[in-house]
């Protein structure tokens, strides 16, 4: 697999006015009405070259959005990769060392390793566990559709619904099966969880469209919960959604597609998606559709998602 050269429609700007919130905690911005309601958070970020996200909580600081209910919780998450994006290795800055969608769990937040990643969840962690409700703005390396993405609960799959877009869902029955992302960290991985945690990934990173996506779905989300006026919604077509069956973690630096992949394409039952040293990567059922496939090959990443419609 080769690099894609990357255009830019969005690029960073300068998160310097945003660092000082008003929670103790950095990039970090708290608003409550002093009425009752639910307390939602927006988040950007996670990834450090998802810039969509950023813009959209830009937005929200910017125009002084604050909720005539409840509280709202606006928030940067990995700044430190994100003030690391060098245009001539963009896909570079998503990280510094650890992926900080993985690493929600106590063991990982409560041990003794460091990081960027750790240290920056370890601040997030009170901002993210006092949320009843999370949406996690993300975007993808490759061109392809917006999605959600959300652990199969009943409180996701149902604010999903009711939300006019992306049209895409992705469901996760059991987790990612690669680490805990933030969507999933403590009572918001639970069953009985306070309420919907849920990613929404918007596009390709640095596509204006997505930017444009993320701020209409942060406004959607906000007006879903009354926080804000909603305005006119759309009716919301109905879903096109995919269940995860599995999610292959590249093992070998051989890892390799078939054929090449963006997302979105589909495999019969057994046919051969991807070989990975001696293991081969078959789908387990027809019209297997790829979700998220790795752009360059990096052992202990993600190499592709595989998922079956569901109808
Ligand atoms: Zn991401």
Redesign the pocket.
Known sequence: MTDTPAHFEVLPRDLSPYRVGNTGIEYVHRFASGEPGPHVMVNAL??GN?FCGMVAACHLLDNNVRPKIGTLTVSFANVEAYQSFDPADPFAS?QITHNL?RIWTDEWLGGNEDSAELRRARAMRPAVAVADHILDI???SQDVEPFWVYPQFARNTAVAAALPRPEVHLVMPSGLGSGTPLIQHGRHGQPDGPGAAM?V?CGQHFKQSAADLAVNVAYDFLGHFGLIESAPANAPQPPRRFELLRTHVIATSEFAFTRPLVGFETFARDELIATDGGLQIRAPCDDCTVFMPARIVIVGREGVYLTRPLL
């Open positions: 996670t990834h998802e998503r969608n993300h975007s993808t990613v990934e």
